[in-house]
């Protein structure tokens, strides 16, 4: 990896208070829409859709003080959110990479598209997935 990508931004976002503010140092594509029953009751909606970076194309700008946590007992599951205005947060996906909700991005997300879908076992009944995203009965399999 060379310097000059790693130092260049690619991506900025914000929560909707505006207090945190973060910035991504890679291009961003694929858009990962998670229809768990987790997480649609975190943003009370059909889901939530995100993107994923390496932790080292991940810093916050400002706000790191609002940012609060919560882990839903018993699962493999967190949410970062922003302690004034409630919108969810990036956080840890697993041990090298941060999930980005791609609905926070102010700028670099024209490029994006949804390339998959996961745990449609459990998306709202209401819920028509359409486009060609690949489905994914449960958790995201290579
Ligand atoms: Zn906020
Ligand atoms: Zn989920």
């Not at 976002?13 to 973060?22: L, M, Q």
Request: one cysteine or more.
């Amino acid at each position: 990896m060379n310097k000059d990508n790693n130092s260049e931004i690619k991506a900025i976002g914000s929560c909707n208070c505006g207090k945190v503010k973060f910035e991504l140092l890679q291009a961003l594509t694929d858009v990962f829409v998670c229809h768990c029953s987790i997480c649609r009751k975190a943003t009370g909606s059909g889901g939530i859709a995100v993107t994923i970076v390496p932790d080292t194309s991940f810093r916050v700008v400002s706000g790191s003080d609002a940012v609060r946590q919560w882990t839903k007992p018993n699962h493999d599951w967190l949410c970062n959110f922003c302690l004034y205005c409630g919108s969810p947060l990036p956080g840890k996906n697993d041990e090298l990479h941060t999930y980005v909700p791609v609905s926070l991005l102010d700028s670099g997300y024209e490029q994006l598209q949804v390339k998959h879908h996961l745990y449609v076992d459990s998306k709202a009944p209401w819920e028509y997935i359409a486009g060609p995203g690949k489905q994914h009965l449960q958790a995201f399999q290579h």
